[in-house]
């Protein structure tokens, strides 16, 4: 016996021994194992560690050192065997130190779901906050990702599912997808990495998605309509500069369909400006030539067009007056403005330019002209005129029957010829030609006529021959046997009857007959002529004598031998007679008078003229006439004309009133009116002239036949005048202060602007200061500003110092920053709508900052896709730095209720339970029930929030309560709150302030149905013992989900008593022996710990 004592003691001894051995061989190996890791010898770790598993096997920490040096020598096969391994051979007795390594493993491989798979079995086995906390990170690096959390009605959207691993790259995962809400529409599959969601009803949508423990939620906008497309429509193509077009914003939705916008408006330069920064229509003022970019955006939605500024055109309306034409160096409808055309007049035969009229006026042919207004450019031509010299050659005149300096092209002149006595016309030389008295001429050019008079002949008188004796020197001729001849009578006497012959008397020697001289003469200018030709006449002979005046002469009487007044006598020649004609010229009354007003004078200026005399006429207008013709025996429009008198005449000198032309012109931009306004102004006429500047320009001075600054002024119509109305534009000038630290710059920079010049002002703030306002002749609140000089102005820049906010926006339930969320700045407290002054977007981090505040009340706006939008009140002064956080709740089902917690830093870490009507505890260990409740966010180092959900109410009582999972200190220096929200509505708040009590449980409320009821106790737990007794032969029965003897706090219990046979029941007693009821039946409300007895009796 005492040896087998001893053989026991020896084998313990040497137990004891190998095991100190081993203890020390496998730290020694753990030890080394660690330094040749640290050091980056993975092999030598692995040979020391590996040591370590073969004495050790359950070693954890020397399989955790392995599969990190397999895993740095990129052996992960191995890594994932030996903690697989690990996990396996400590399966009764978990350490999450494995399921954490193993995770880390996978994730190194990207393999996402095999890490959550691994944590989740690591955390079920082990309910380790560390592993909790892993899948926590991981779940943060997961995103569902879609092009859009906005869908419209009928169409879809796609949805992936993503973790981002620690370089950033994007890893597809697989998940279990679900609707919250499926009557807005359905999912194109269950499962998957990328699945579609159709929609078909308007609302707020969640999708789910859960890979193992970890959910994902996303909160999709179905609308009737989403806008896809920005279309620009203008209302005018081809524009010009100085006006302006209205623009119209449409918008269109993902089917094309139009919908109604209110878009932001900007342009990409200073060619054009926009009237508004806002809305669906715009109107864009052209400000210079060029092309001007118009962009619209809304929800991120851009659309814009470009238009095309053309420098303003003008029309120029030709005509001429005469006949000719006007041709242009170009045509065109219509000219850009400042383009030069050059005009010329091109005469047709037989005209001449005279000069221009309209918008342009000289005579310089041909002329430019700018184009930089609507123009009338009028060329006027005239007629050719020629000159006819006339001329005589020899005595004579030449008469015209228009006699005037000058005649136009293609005019015909009528000349005719008077000789004196003693002459005839003879023939025409020079430009004309013929022997006709009187001739045509064509004036086709510069003319010069001669008439030729030659002199007529005297002819010889012829007499009768007298009958009588012969000269004495003369012998008689005696023929034989001649018979006495008949004496002959003069021709001109008629014999008388033959009477009977008398018998012949003897022959004696005749008596010769007496002769007589008959002697004619005149006075004046005439002639007298005789019957019978000859000298001297045989006694009684009778001769005839007739008296011919020359023209302008008339016969008056005779004298001498004869008197009397006849013209033609006869003369008996009884005697030697002489006789004389006597004429006398003519004489003639000349009549003058005159039309109109003016005189005519002659010269010389006598009652009665001789025929032939020449007497000048001449014509001579009063101030505001002038001679235009001569009426009755003159005709012509020389106003000095030569009258012969060869009759009585009446002369009348026509003279009109004066007519003339009034042209008026400008220069610079402005109009005359004209009062009066007519074609031709008579002599004398007073007319108003008023000149009338466009806006923008002033009237300088009149130019021309009117001079001086007078406006309106009188213009005495006493030739035809051409007044230009000078216009000047107007020139102002821009004044600039600062009110506050900055500068103004002005462009372009000049001492005086051009009136309509277009200045631009930009104020730039110093640093720390920010631009507030415009002051004076320019208002509002834009830094760069656009002036138009229609004035002399004063503009002061309002710089105020900067209040700053600095702003923070996280999710209220996980406090997560929230990126794109929209801050709508507006002035006042609690003002929800109307003007708003800045538009801001957080960044990733969810953080903002507002620069350019001035000192004030303000309300920030907060609003994100998928969140409730949210007001802030600010109150900020001067130079002020604010600092604020504000969240934002998201958006959820009207039925679904969520409690969000939050506490300070004195606890490390609080837990939030909800237990359902079924018992099922929610928790950080068992975040989702599966059916109604879920845990959204556990936090556990840190204050907050904790948000648990109810999404699917079912019936019954839910026990709300919080849990001090740091045990120390009390819970109640946490300062715990809870808001408690049904859908998007704030419905209870609850402080920790308000409990009584002590422990590590804080139980808040419970809620059924609508129903929340107030608990508001600290207590070591958030349940109550039911203790169940039988007196007699039964047994008692729990009616409830779940058979325990703990229930949560206000939780009800059916009790349900069953006698054995033989048996029945017969009441319940509470711990103290009371009777409290007699039905077999009993319902209990668990408001602390019970006991009770079933009492059967015997039957």
Do not use: C
């Amino acid at each position: 016996m005492i040896a087998i004592i001893v053989l026991f003691f020896l084998s313990l001894g040497g137990v004891i021994s190998v095991k100190a051995y081993n203890s020390y061989n496998v730290k020694q190996n753990l030890d080394l194992g660690n330094k040749y890791l640290s050091d980056g010898k993975y092999e030598q770790a692995i040979l020391a560690f590996e040591k370590v598993i073969s004495i050790e096997p359950s070693n954890v920490e020397a399989r955790v050192g392995l599969s990190k040096a397999y895993v740095a020598l990129k052996r992960f096969k191995s890594a994932e065997k030996v903690l697989s391994e690990g996990i396996r051979i400590m399966e009764k007795k978990p350490d999450s130190r494995l399921y954490s390594a193993l995770a880390d493993v996978y994730l190194k491989q990207d393999k996402v779901q095999d890490a959550i798979k691994i944590l989740d079995e690591g955390y079920s086995a082990t309910h380790d906050k560390g592993i909790k906390e892993q899948l926590n990170d991981i779940s943060s690096r997961i995103t569902i990702q879609s092009e859009s959390i906005d869908v419209q009605v009928g169409k879809s959207l796609s949805l992936k599912l993503y973790a981002t691993d620690s370089d950033g790259k994007l890893l597809e995962l697989t998940g279990n997808w679900m609707l919250q809400n499926s009557s807005l529409g359905a999912l194109t599959s269950s499962k998957g990495f990328n699945v579609g969601f159709n929609a078909n009803s308007v609302g707020s949508e969640v999708i789910i998605v859960k890979i193992g423990s970890i959910t994902k939620r996303i909160t999709i906008n179905v609308k009737q309509h989403i806008l896809q497309s920005i279309d620009i429509v203008a209302d005018k193509e081809n524009p010009v500069v100085g006006e302006s077009i209205n623009l119209k914003a449409v918008g269109k939705d993902q089917s094309g369909k139009e919908m109604d916008i209110n878009p932001t408006w900007s342009v990409n330069n200073d060619t054009g400006s926009l009237a508004n920064p806002q809305g669906t229509t715009n109107t864009l003022k052209l400000n210079k030539n060029g092309k001007v970019g118009v962009n619209v955006s809304q929800d991120k939605v851009k659309g814009s067009k470009t238009i095309t500024v053309n420098k303003k055109k003008y029309s120029v309306a030709t005509s001429v007056s005469g006949r000719g034409s006007i041709t242009a160096s170009h045509n065109a409808d219509k000219y850009d403005e400042g383009t030069n055309v050059k005009y010329t007049a091109v005469p047709q035969n037989g005209w001449v330019f005279k000069g221009w009229q309209g918008s342009v006026s000289g005579s310089a042919n041909p002329i430019t002209v700018n184009i930089n207004a609507n123009k009338t450019v009028k060329a006027v031509f005239v007629q050719k005129q020629f000159t006819l010299n006339t001329n005589v050659r020899g005595q004579g005149t030449v008469r015209r029957d228009v006699n005037r300096s000058s005649y136009t092209n293609s005019s015909v002149v009528t000349l005719t010829t008077s000789a004196p006595s003693g002459w005839k016309f003879d023939h025409w030389t020079g430009d004309a030609a013929g022997n006709s008295r009187s001739i045509k001429v064509l004036m086709n050019s510069n003319k010069n006529v001669t008439a030729v008079f030659v002199q007529v002949p005297q002819a010889p008188v012829k007499s009768q021959p007298i009958l009588s004796a012969p000269k004495p020197e003369q012998k008689p001729e005696i023929k034989p046997e001649p018979k006495p001849a008949p004496i002959p009578k003069p021709e001109s006497v008629q014999e008388p009857a033959p009477k009977p012959e008398p018998k012949p008397e003897p022959l004696s020697k005749p008596t010769p007959a007496p002769t007589y001289e008959l002697k004619t003469d005149s006075s004046g200018q005439g002639t007298v002529t005789r019957d019978v030709s000859g000298d001297k006449y045989q006694s009684d002979s009778i001769v005839t004598l007739t008296a011919t005046a020359e023209e302008g002469w008339y016969f008056d009487h005779w004298e001498g031998d004869v008197t009397g007044t006849t013209n033609s006598v006869q003369v008996t020649m009884d005697k030697s007679k002489t006789v004389k004609a006597v004429f006398v010229q003519d004489e003639y009354e000349l009549t003058t008078s005159t039309e109109g007003q003016g005189t005519v004078t002659i010269s010389p200026e006598q009652d009665k003229y001789l025929s032939g005399s020449e007497v000048t006429l001449t014509a001579t207008a009063e101030e505001g006439w002038y001679f235009d013709h001569w009426e009755g025996d003159v005709t012509g429009t020389t106003n000095s004309v030569q009258v012969t008198m060869d009759k009585s005449k009446t002369v009348k000198a026509v003279f009109v009133q004066d007519e003339y032309e009034l042209t008026t012109s400008t220069e610079g931009q402005g109009t005359v009116t004209i009062s009066p306004e007519q074609d031709k102004y008579l002599s004398g006429s007073e007319v108003t002239l008023t000149a009338t500047a466009e806006e923008g320009w002033h009237f300088d001075h009149w130019e021309g036949d009117v001079t001086g600054t007078a406006n309106p002024v009188q213009v005495t119509m006493d030739k035809s005048k051409t007044v230009k109305a000078v216009f000047v534009q107007d020139e102002y000038e821009l004044t600039t202060s600062t009110e506050g630290q900055g500068t103004v710059t002005i462009s372009p920079e000049q001492d005086k602007y051009l009136s309509g010049s277009e200045v631009t002002l930009t104020a730039t703030a110093e640093e720390g200061w920010h631009f507030d306002h415009w002051e004076g002749d320019v208002t509002g609140t834009t830094n760069s500003v656009q002036v138009t000089m229609d004035k002399s102005k004063t503009v002061k820049a309002v710089f105020v110092q900067d209040t700053i906010i600095n702003g923070k926006v996280t999710d209220e339930t996980n406090d997560h920053p929230i990126e794109s969320v929209t801050v709508n700045v507006r002035s006042g407290n609690d003002v929800h709508e109307g003007k708003i002054l800045e538009t801001i977007t957080t960044d990733a981090n969810g953080k903002y900052t507002i620069n350019n505040l001035s000192a004030g009340n303000y309300t920030l706006q907060l609003s994100a896709p998928g969140y409730n939008t949210r007001y802030y009140n600010v109150i900020a002064t001067t130079g002020q730095t604010i600092e604020t956080k504000s969240e934002l709740l998201p958006v959820i089902n009207d039925d679904s209720i969520r409690s969000i917690l939050t506490w300070n830093d004195s606890v490390s870490d609080l837990d939030t339970h909800l237990v359902t009507p079924k018992q099922v505890e929610v928790k950080y260990s068992n975040e989702d029930d599966g059916e109604s409740a879920k845990l959204n966010q556990d936090v556990t180092d840190g204050n907050g929030p904790e948000t648990i959900t109810i999404y699917n109410q079912q019936p019954g009582s839910y026990l709300y309560s919080i849990y001090n999972y740091s045990g120390s200190p009390e819970i109640k220096t946490s300062n715990a709150g809870i808001k408690v929200y049904r859908g998007n509505t704030l419905i209870n708040t609850f402080n920790i302030s308000d409990a009584e009590g002590t422990g590590r449980y804080w139980n808040v409320f419970s809620i059924d149905g609508d129903t929340i009821t107030s608990i508001n106790s600290i207590a070591d737990s958030n349940k109550y013992s039911l203790t169940t007794e039988v007196e007699g032969q039964g047994t008692v029965n729990e009616n409830s989900y779940v058979q325990s003897n703990e229930y949560t706090i206000g939780s009800t219990v059916t009790l349900t008593a069953a006698p054995d046979t033989g048996w029945h029941f017969d009441h319940w007693e509470d711990a103290s022996g009371e009777q409290i009821g007699t039905d077999s039946t009993l319902s209990l409300t668990m408001d602390s710990d019970k006991t009770v007895k079933a009492v059967f009796l015997e039957d």
